[in-house]
């Protein structure tokens, strides 16, 4: 049974940080790209980065490059998102996203991010 399991949201101030966790189960982790994704009220989902499946490259929207970091630990079957500097447009709901290069793609539940005073 594949699952993906999102953790580490919360409430947090302006300025502050959170390192969500993504822990997955049922497929071959080290074989699946990895992303972040996240969805604001009103808003479409968006991707906010993505990781190769052995870790050597990573891809970041702009909106959130040089303040979020995207890693992943192919044994402990877990990506990572480091979140640093957060702003209060950073508030949504951020979902992980596993895809293989034929086709397969799974999705977690969701963990809530807001980020306010």
């Known amino acids: 049974q594949v699952q993906l399991v999102e953790s580490g949201g919360g409430l947090v101030q302006p300025g502050g940080s959170l390192r969500l966790s993504c822990a997955a189960s049922?497929?071959?982790?080290?074989?699946?790209?990895m992303s972040w994704y996240r969805q604001a009220p009103g808003k479409e989902r968006e991707l906010v980065a993505t990781?190769?499946?052995?870790?050597?490259?990573?891809n970041y929207a702009g909106s959130v490059k040089g303040r979020f970091t995207i890693s992943r630990d192919n044994a402990k079957y877990t990506v990572y998102l480091q979140m640093n500097s957060l702003k209060s447009e950073d508030t949504a709901v951020y979902y992980c996203?596993?895809?293989?290069?034929?086709?397969?793609?799974?999705w977690g539940q969701g963990t809530q991010v807001t980020v306010s005073s």
């Open positions: 996203k596993a895809v293989h290069w034929r086709g397969d793609v799974y």
């Open positions: 049922g497929f071959t982790f080290s074989s699946y790209s």
């Open positions: 990781i190769s499946s052995a870790g050597g490259s990573t």
